[in-house]
């Protein structure tokens, strides 16, 4: 059965620093990923898709590694407002659609 | 607003009882679903539905009746609930589920309670 898996943390970072957290997906055949941020009794929004060469967006940057199947996210300078529950999402691009993981639950400290 | 509309957003429900959450979009997406998010089980496909007329089941579908008789309606139907089904569900639509993860829109979610 598909998977998508992360570590639950809860990661305690202080503002300013630097995070990182990986999600590693079990099914070969997944053909897009991507990252979602869910803050707490919300719904889950897109923070940004991983691409093959990686990518970024402002202090996110985001890495796949199709060989080990693995993507990762780092965060830059975190901020308070960067508080949140990151979901890691992998598309097989088939019918049913969007496979989730569990989330990493990322907590800023001032 | 545009978006992806969800009631109700609090229920509770007694062991047996039968009830509807509502989902409506207002952005002419074929591809409709539904989830529930449990704790420590991240979000679960309930079922789907690529367009008005076509449905089918995800990964968890036991218990639920969904229906799509329009482009912009898609009503998730709890038959007899069960504790078991206390979750927070959330409805999501996209213009394609072949790019759901670069567009897809989630509603506010429903948090049901099954006594």
């Known amino acids: 059965r598909k998977e998508v898996e992360q570590d639950p943390g809860p990661f305690n970072v202080p503002e300013g620093a630097t995070v990182a957290f990986n999600c590693t997906y079990s099914n070969s055949a997944s053909q897009s990923f991507f990252w979602y941020r869910q803050d707490c009794r919300k719904e889950p929004k897109l923070l940004m898709s991983v691409y093959s060469s990686g990518n970024e967006d402002g202090r996110f940057t985001a890495q796949l590694n199709r060989a080990s199947q693995y993507i990762s996210l780092l965060i830059r300078d975190s901020k308070l407002s960067d508080s949140a529950t990151y979901l890691c999402?992998?598309?097989?691009?088939?019918?049913?659609?969007?496979?989730f993981g569990k989330g990493t639950h990322l907590i800023i400290q001032p | 607003n545009a978006g992806v509309t969800q009631t109700p957003k609090f229920q509770v429900l007694k062991t047996g009882q039968s009830m509807t959450l509502q989902c409506a979009q207002d952005?002419?997406?074929?591809?409709m679903s539904w989830y529930r998010q449990d704790p420590g089980m991240g979000l679960r496909l309930i079922h789907y539905?690529?367009?008005?007329?076509?449905?089918d089941q995800g990964e968890v579908p036991n218990g639920y009746n969904v229906s799509r008789s329009t482009t912009e309606d898609f009503p998730l139907r709890l038959l007899s609930a069960a504790p078991s089904q206390t979750s927070v569900y959330f409805c999501?639509?996209?213009?394609?589920?072949?790019?759901?993860?670069?567009?897809?829109?989630f509603g506010e979610g429903s948090w049901l309670t099954v006594v």
């Open positions: 999402v992998v598309n097989i691009d088939r019918a049913d659609g969007l496979t």
């Open positions: 952005m002419n997406h074929e591809y």
């Open positions: 539905s690529v367009g008005a007329g076509i449905t």
């Open positions: 999501a639509s996209s213009y394609s589920i072949w790019d759901a993860g670069n567009t897809i829109y």
